[in-house]
């Protein structure tokens, strides 16, 4: 009799089991679909705006950028899309206070079109802000409807949208996954967040294609041409350099902030802070650019990852104090973009310096191939600036399509995991003291 008893018990479990994995793998589906699209559209809306401040001066752009998000900011009554997003991404993931849903989708379409124009004014930002604010609500909107775990489905909506506007499906589920804390990692919804984002990523792809976002000459790396054995020694090295480098960033972004937030709260309010950054970064166009090598005179009014790959081809022609000099323009970029807490992405930012950082140790330690530094730093950077050393590992692999970087982009990123600490970039990352 208890031994049907238990069969009994087992049947149970195993249809309940499935039933629950067949509710979360629809949601996933859904989601990722419903985020594929619109990412598309998100990236309509980057390429209106670059186009539409094309037509105006360079230092203008970044000016009329942050004036529209402080207006956005003050008379929406929309602080929540100040800043990189991945602070209010983590609230949505581990709050257990409820949003309305009308807050919701003004958080959505305010973070939105904030992005999309100070991405289009020429400020360093990244993509991912929107994605992952966008995702979140999405799921947690759906979580409601369908009634699933709000937390899970945030995970697979950020995961979905992510993946799809880096072109990244398994980091950008990995990343999401990491994010919200800086020892831990969220399994629970790994595995329908890389269904969703794969999802997410196809959908995305059939309209702007399936080329690796980085696109660059790699013909230098191979096992032919690459001893991992006697690389050991310069990727630990490099890993120790890029982590006090992004220790040092981390502390003086974050006390900038802090100091700024501090200031202006009460009066005249948090609103202000992305005028004041706008103009900031339109003066330091208007100074820099003129004196800086005609090829990266565009990049610089106008970011995106052409970058890495016009820095890699270069690499040979570049004295390494112009790289010292890239360094500290980006540096300075960074600082007027993110710490002023415009509504920009950290990704593409952090992903800038560490192929800049990368190219600096490559060019003056590794000369025989300097351009694989470059792409170690793009993980390394990452890796250290947001305590998220597995989803940035992948992450390189994916946008250049390149797996035998696996093994030095590990050595590397986690290295500069390590030297960095435990603080991140991102405020808000929980410490899990029982795993």
Known sequence: MSKKTSISIEIERTVSWTKDLIQILLLAIILGVICGFIMVLFNYLLIFFQITFSLLPYFLAPILAGILTSLLVKFGNLEEILGTGSPEFIREVTSSEEENASKRISIVFGKTFATSWTYGS???????????????????????????????????????????????????????????????IRYKSLIPSIIAAIIGYIIFCLFFGF??????????ISPDKVNYISLLPFLIAFGVFVGIFILFLTYFLRGLTSILRN???KKPGLWILPLIGGCAYGLFLLLTIPIIKVGYRSELSHPDFNFISILTENLGLNLLTFLLILLLIITIAIILSIGTMNSAGII??????????????????????????????????????????????????????VPLLFIPAGVATIIAYITSGPNSIIPGQRNIEQI
């Open 122 to 184: 020429g400020m360093i930002c990244g993509r991912e802000g929107p994605g992952l604010l966008i995702g979140a609500n999405l799921g947690a909107l759906l979580s409601e409807k369908l009634g699933q775990d709000k937390e899970d489905a945030s995970f697979i909506g950020a995961s979905a949208c992510t993946a799809a506007i880096l072109k990244a499906p398994i980091s950008g589920a990995l990343f999401c996954a990491e994010l919200p804390y800086n020892n831990h």
């Open 211 to 220: 080329s690796p976002l980085i696109k660059t000459n790699l013909s230098s």
């Open 263 to 265: 200031k202006l709260k």
């Open 348 to 401: 593409m930012p952090l992903m800038f310096l560490g192929a800049i950082l990368g190219g600096v140790f490559g060019v003056f330690f590794y000369p025989e191939n300097p351009e694989l530094f470059v792409l170690l730093g793009i993980s390394a950077a990452l890796g250290a600036a947001t305590n998220n050393p597995i989803a940035s590992i992948f992450i390189i692999i994916e946008m250049t399509w």
